[in-house]
């Protein structure tokens, strides 16, 4: 949902959302695919870029406890493509500004009359000291009454947005190789537009982050993060109190600072959500359901949350440094969460596709 519909009472729904998802049928498929011996890598106008090989895995979660939306699994079938190796930065995302002038969603007025189509018919009308441009920020409370109402830690900021990541006083300047947050969805397709690329689909972007490994729970493998806190950059200690930051980070880490999974990718599990190009329909994978086997899925033909069912939402994929498994295990890569193109928050980021040969 919208973050400008969070704050003082009158918006409902944080775009913080623990999704997932229901799926189609299941086909006989390898718990490993093809080892990747060297990753194939390629520089495109200063990006890296890793060439994902085409082929078959199973999307959605195979596990039992995991969040049921991502249920049943799903034999999927997949060209393969170019994907950045890591998220966009700062650095990258401040290129692209300064060749185009564009503002995000978050520089940018706030219109009511655009806001009031995703809230229930008769939400009032905020005041417009709230109706200004920003962004939703974290902020660690000292301590919660329950883990439901998440207005708990997060907190709209008028002046946040991606050159103030925290709010007003804040700055990029010592994160310039750390992945550019508080972007739209919006804003992710206008940055492709420019770059010559695109989002990857939620299928594509499973594929990759699995690594070559199929049917596992992580992109590694299967061991636990939560006993070996080098493999991620999520949250450690008491959600959303303390973070004990023994994977190094409080927030966002520089891109490339943890291990890359099977295809050389980085940051595939935490750091930033990262959007892709689906609509989030959390009964699109029960639609696929009579498929042996579904080729380059791109997502749904319409929208649907039944907890926000006014608003119209994209999938993200990947979890962030927020994620902990006492609220949000989304560091997965069956996971995935729905938000309003137009939102934007500090956790949230993306990277792209190119389907040119290089």
Known sequence: MHPLRKLANYIILLPILLLSILSCDTGKSKDQLEPIEKAKIHEVDGKRMVWIPSGKFQMGANQPGEYQREYPAHEVEIDGFWLDK?????????????????????????????????????????????????????????????????????????????????????????LMDHPVVHISHEDALAYCEWAGKRLPTEAEWE????????????????????????????????????????????????????????????????????????LFNESYYTELVSMTVCKNPQGPDRSFDSRNPYATKYVNKGGSFLCHVSYCENYRPSAREGTTPDSGMSHLGFRTVSNQPQ
């Open 86 to 174: 890591t998220e966009v930065t700062n650095r990258e995302y401040l290129k692209f500004v300064k060749a185009t002038g564009y503002l995000t969603v978050a520089e940018r007025e706030v219109s009511w009359e655009e806001l009031k189509k995703q809230v229930p018919p008769g939400t009032p009308k905020p005041p417009d000291s709230v109706l200004m441009p920003g962004s939703m920020v974290f902020e660690a409370p000292k301590e919660v009454s329950n883990l439901h109402d998440f207005s708990q830690w997060w907190k709209w900021t008028i002046g946040a947005n991606w050159r103030h990541p925290l709010g007003p006083g804040s700055s990029i300047n010592s």
């Open 207 to 278: 594929f990759a982050a699995r690594g070559g490994l199929n049917k596992m729970r992580f992109s590694w493998g299967e061991d636990d993060p939560r006993k070996n806190p080098k493999l991620a950059n999520i949250w450690q200690g008491d959600f959303p109190i303390q973070n004990t930051a023994l994977d190094g980070f409080i927030g966002t880490a520089p891109v490339g600072s943890f291990p890359s999974n099977g295809y050389g990718l980085s940051d595939m599990t935490g750091n930033v959500w990262e959007w892709v190009s689906d």
